[in-house]
Every structure is written in C-alpha cells, then in structure tokens.
C-alpha cells in the first residue's frame, strides 16, 4: 500500500513500539522504505545555559543510542534524529521527505485531548499522507 512509511517513535513505557513497526510491515509495499524518527524538543536558552556542554551532548548520544537499537527491530529502517516541536516536526519531516504514511502511537489522552494525544492529533490534522493511530 505505501512506499515510504515514517515511524515516530519514543522511549517509555506507555507507547508500544513493536505495534506501529507491525503496522508499517503490514502496511508497507515490497520495496517499501521505513524511517524511525525520534524528536528532540528544543531546551530553552535560559535552561541549557545552566546545564554542561556534557551533560547535552550525552543525553543526545544516549537517545541515538536508543533509536538505532529500535529502529533495528524494524527490517531496513533508517533512523532519523530530528529537532523540534514534536507535532510539527513529524510533518514537516514527512512533506520534505515524500512519506506517503505515518504511523503514530497515541496516548491515553486527558481531558485536553479528547480522542487523541496532543502530538498524533497534531499529526493527523496537518499531514498531508496518510496517517494511521496506534493506540
């Protein structure tokens, strides 16, 4: 069904990973092309001036860390590191980089977010693919 399919992916216990990288194998045309897209939110100048050089370039090899390894439960997938509002940043990736499916996890969502969470509704009303739910 889809050539190109983007996976956003994050590291806890509520989003189920292993459930979107099934659904982008299910859904996924022979030949088709997967990127697992992790999104570092941008820290605050005011924050980041009190915190070590280190500490922020730790961190950040700590999260390529974590999403090379997931993203290698997903045959061929190619990891992506991205820098952003998490919402935006997954569609913008998505129109620059021809994804024609994005397949998002979505938490139990408060009362702010009636049906889906904040970033998978963002997601789905501003994509221009298809965008499937994972919950």
Do not use: W
Not at 51 to 68: D, F, S, W, Y
């Amino acid at each position: 069904m889809y050539k190109h399919i983007l996976v956003p992916v994050l590291f806890d216990e509520r989003h189920d990973t292993q459930a979107s990288y099934l659904a982008a194998r299910t859904l996924a045309d022979d030949g088709a092309t997967f990127t697992v897209v992790h999104v570092m939110e941008p820290i605050p100048s005011y924050a980041t001036a009190e915190i070590p050089g280190e500490v922020l370039a730790n961190t950040r090899n700590e999260v390529e860390k974590a999403l090379v390894q997931s993203a290698s439960a997903l045959p061929g997938a190619v990891p992506m590191l991205i820098s952003g509002h998490a919402g935006r940043a997954i569609v913008d990736y998505a129109d620059e980089n021809g994804v024609d499916c994005i397949i998002v996890a979505s938490h139990r969502p408060g009362f702010e977010d009636l049906f889906l969470g904040s970033t998978a509704a963002r997601v789905v009303r501003h994509a221009k693919c298809s965008v499937h739910v994972i919950r």
